[in-house]
């Protein structure tokens, strides 16, 4: 599943390839994820520029002009492809056909990606964009694993299940720690450990995709890499599960109970 950095890039590089244009066909292939008809979402967006494309939490949105927003969640194995020929890419769920002849498509070969038509505006704060203070007041005194509270899209928006044990490795704490035990001096480095690990992480991203859609980059992953058998620290990977999702952590990693 796409996460914070991967979307943060996908966002950049629609913005620097299709900004400004003029939505001239919007092929919709699969329509039972959006929340309105396929012919409601066509008259919405044909013909309307593309103001800017940007990522909220999980999902893109792609603002329009006359204040038209589609916001797109990938899901599970949702992805966004450049379109160089006239044939619609295979699962394509929708198809974006811009003035000039430059296309991308949503696809998903699980049919679960889902477009939104104009969503609603959620409070919850990003994970790049939260002060220490909400960090600091949501773990005290819950009894929540930590790595669960950190991908809770409910609470802080953007990590998943991948780089919340990259966050966490990074930090030191296990991934099992009961978020309400963790002391002050650990919570300021977990919270530090967000920003670090994101902005390389998109850093990396970035430079790889250049101006193009590659797809979920996790090469560089230091511990959520199932080919790594161990750190570059030497330290063996372990496997676990937390709420079903695998988990990837080593018994360095300081647990607070």
Same mark, same amino acid.
């Given at each position: 599943?796409?996460?914070?950095?991967?979307?943060? %890039?996908?966002?950049?590089?629609?913005?620097?390839? $299709?900004?400004?244009? #003029?939505?001239?066909?919007?092929?919709?292939?699969?329509?039972?994820? /959006?929340?309105?008809?396929?012919?409601? !979402?066509?008259? =919405? !967006?044909? &013909?309307? *520029? !593309?103001?800017?494309?940007?990522?909220?939490?999980?999902?893109?949105?792609?603002?329009?002009?006359?204040?038209?927003?589609?916001?797109?969640?990938?899901?599970?194995?949702?992805?966004?492809?450049?379109?160089? *020929?006239?044939?619609?890419?295979?699962?394509? /769920?929708? +198809?974006?056909?811009?003035?000039?002849?430059?296309? $991308?498509?949503?696809?998903?070969?699980?049919?679960?990606?889902?477009?939104? !038509?104009?969503?609603?505006?959620?409070?919850?704060?990003? =994970?790049?964009?939260?002060?220490?203070?909400?960090?600091?007041?949501?773990?005290?005194?819950?009894?929540?694993?930590?790595?669960?509270?950190?991908?809770?899209?409910?609470?802080?928006?953007? @990590?998943?299940?991948?780089?919340?044990?990259?966050?966490?490795?990074?930090?030191?704490?296990?991934? $099992?720690?009961?978020?309400? =035990?963790?002391?002050?001096?650990?919570?300021?480095?977990?919270?530090?450990?967000?920003?670090?690990?994101?902005?390389?992480? /998109?850093?990396? /991203?970035?430079?790889?995709? &250049?101006?193009?859609?590659?797809?979920?980059?996790?090469? $560089?992953? %230091?511990?959520?890499?199932?080919?790594?058998?161990?750190?570059?620290?030497?330290?063996? @990977?372990?496997?676990?599960? @937390? +709420?079903?999702?695998? #988990?990837?952590?080593?018994?360095? *990693?300081?647990?607070?109970?």
């Amino acid at each position: 599943m796409a996460e914070l950095p991967d979307l943060t %890039v996908f966002a950049q590089i629609l913005s620097r390839r $299709f900004k400004g244009k #003029t939505l001239e066909t919007l092929e919709v292939s699969i329509a039972k994820k /959006i929340n309105v008809t396929a012919k409601e !979402l066509k008259k =919405a !967006l044909e &013909g309307r *520029q !593309l103001i800017n494309v940007d990522r909220v939490g999980k999902t893109l949105q792609l603002s329009f002009s006359g204040s038209q927003v589609l916001g797109l969640h990938l899901m599970l194995r949702g992805e966004l492809v450049l379109i160089d *020929q006239d044939e619609p890419p295979r699962f394509q /769920i929708l +198809g974006f056909h811009f003035e000039g002849g430059e296309a $991308f498509a949503l696809i998903d070969m699980q049919k679960q990606a889902t477009p939104t !038509l104009n969503p609603e505006k959620v409070e919850v704060p990003d =994970a790049l964009d939260m002060d220490i203070d909400y960090f600091r007041a949501l773990l005290a005194k819950k009894r929540t694993v930590i790595k669960t509270l950190l991908m809770d899209q409910h609470k802080i928006r953007g @990590i998943g299940n991948s780089y919340s044990d990259e966050i966490l490795y990074h930090a030191g704490i296990s991934p $099992f720690s009961i978020a309400g =035990a963790i002391p002050e001096k650990a919570i300021k480095k977990l919270f530090k450990s967000i920003s670090t690990v994101l902005d390389k992480a /998109i850093k990396e /991203i970035s430079e790889e995709n &250049g101006n193009e859609l590659r797809g979920e980059l996790r090469d $560089f992953m %230091v511990i959520h890499n199932p080919e790594l058998k161990e750190t570059s620290k030497g330290e063996k @990977i372990q496997t676990g599960k @937390i +709420g079903g999702r695998k #988990t990837y952590y080593t018994d360095k *990693q300081e647990l607070f109970e």
